[in-house]
């Protein structure tokens, strides 16, 4: 699960301080023109991850889940480090992307949890997965609030004259890519899962340990029927498909929010922000990771085991809309109500959004067999990963017109940005319906 984390920090680590790395990169003519140039940074990541998505997932299937593991492990050493180096826009868009399209590591990652697990504790196993996406959450904002900028945050420790002044951004960058190659050496020892299956009456007994010691082997026929068997074409898979779709959909709400709130807080009051600093804003997703982790390991299974993953998704959504609806209004706020309210309005909207998306991973992996895990990954990551590059990218560019249109008479200002990101939580709620969403089994 360390390298679900991993994969999460570059992402989250960019967002506290994207903003100031744009206008320091002197890309951007105008203030209100840093949101569109922050976006397309935003997008590259994605953009290089939807273009190699399935070619990852087919190769895990053939080969296994631990080589794109590392691969993905190691690109995040080079090339997230490269990115902190990076002396003008083009640079960062370059590194963002080859970190991007060398990463592919998250759909193989959910294969390998899905496949440790028995049926009945999937949605655990998930749950584990998005955990730990959550740590990166927490870690990847403090890292990126507080220790970019380190020579003018701390001018006694790091000199404006030394490689940290030049280079700003590098330490986050460095932080990351050092646990990187922590996460790298304990990969080596992972254990494959490609042929690890968990059925008939001798699944009920299996350990862990007893499916390391034959790792590359499976004695069931029942196994070796599926593996020789002809493969289902996944484009074909309604319930597949379906859930990818809308898991897409919601995807695409969460990336623009992510990105349009970082640079929504930042930015002045005049403009219709908070005025936060990066560590402000570095502190408020680090707490909303936080309690993240803590919901995803000990509310979000009761509450699936309850509801189910279909229920907690449209509840999640329809509480989504008013929330978000909200936020355009908490620029009237000052000192500590703005803090506590600002923490809690973050806390709430993670919550709701990972719930969604823990309950659409659960249906993705349960409509396919094992065998097709790794490439019906990839297909998801490959959509949703062409979905969150147009998000940061059209995020950033409807923040920016919405900033320049502060006493428009119809949703003036940041409220228009906030009822577009209501519009699709709203489309994303309807594709949870019948006849569209098809539960696999129903």
């Known amino acids: 699960m360390s390298s679900v984390t991993l994969n999460s920090l ?10 100031f790395m744009i206008r320091d990169l002197n890309i951007a003519e105008r203030e209100e023109d840093i949101g569109f140039y922050a976006g397309f940074v935003g997008a590259a990541f994605m953009l290089g991850r939807a273009i190699t998505s399935v070619f990852w997932g087919i190769v895990a299937d053939r080969h296994g889940r631990k080589p794109i593991i590392v691969i993905g492990i190691f690109s995040v050493i080079v090339f997230n480090t490269l990115f902190g180096l990076s002396v003008n826009y083009w640079m960062a868009i370059i590194t963002r992307f080859l970190l991007g399209a060398l990463n592919g590591l998250l759909g193989p990652v959910k294969a390998y949890a899905s496949e440790l697990c028995r049926p009945e504790h999937q949605a655990l196993g998930m749950s ?15 890292i990126g609030g507080y220790f970019a900028q380190p020579a003018e945050k701390y001018p ?34 992972l254990p494959e899962t490609l042929h ?8 009920e007994n299996e350990t862990i340990e007893a499916l390391e010691a034959q790792p590359f082997v499976s004695d069931s026929k029942q196994d070796a029927t599926e593996s020789e068997a002809p493969k289902e074409n996944l484009f074909k898979n309604w319930p597949l498909m379906s859930a990818i779709i809308a898991y897409c959909i919601f995807s695409l709400h969460d990336m623009a929010y992510t990105e349009i709130f970082s640079l929504w807080a930042v930015s002045g009051k005049s403009y219709g922000g908070l005025s936060f600093s990066s560590q402000d804003v570095g502190q408020v997703l680090a707490i909303s990771g936080f309690s993240l982790l803590v919901y995803q390991l000990f509310v979000y299974p009761r509450i699936e085991k309850i509801l189910g993953p279909i229920y907690s998704c449209r509840l999640s959504a329809v509480i989504s809309i008013p929330l978000l609806a909200a936020y355009p209004f908490l620029t009237n706020l000052s000192g500590i109500k703005l803090t506590i309210i600002t923490n809690c309005a973050s806390l709430m909207k993670n919550i709701l959004s990972v719930t969604i998306i823990t309950g659409l991973f659960i249906l993705q992996n349960n ?18 990963s062409l979905f969150k590059a147009v998000a ?29 990101l209501n519009l699709f939580e709203f489309i994303g709620f309807v594709l949870t319906f019948k006849p569209f969403l098809i539960v696999p089994g129903k």
């Open 392 to 420: 940061p990218a059209g995020g950033g560019a409807i923040f920016s017109w919405a900033q320049k249109r502060q006493h428009a008479s119809f949703l003036p200002g940041d409220q228009m940005v906030f009822f577009i």
């Open 196 to 203: 690890m299956h968990h059925n008939g009456k001798g699944a």
């Open 156 to 189: 006694e420790i790091f000199s404006p004259n030394s490689v940290w002044g030049r280079f700003p951004y590098f330490l986050p960058c460095l932080c990351i890519s050092f646990f990187a190659v922590c996460v790298f050496i304990s990969c080596l020892w």
């Open 10 to 19: 570059p992402i989250s680590s960019l967002f506290p301080f994207l903003y």
């Open 367 to 384: 409509a396919v067999p094992q065998n097709q895990r790794g490439a019906a990954n990839g297909i998801s990551m490959t959509a949703m």
């Open 128 to 142: 584990l997965v998005s955990t730990a996406w959550g740590i990166g959450l927490i870690v990847g904002p403090a």
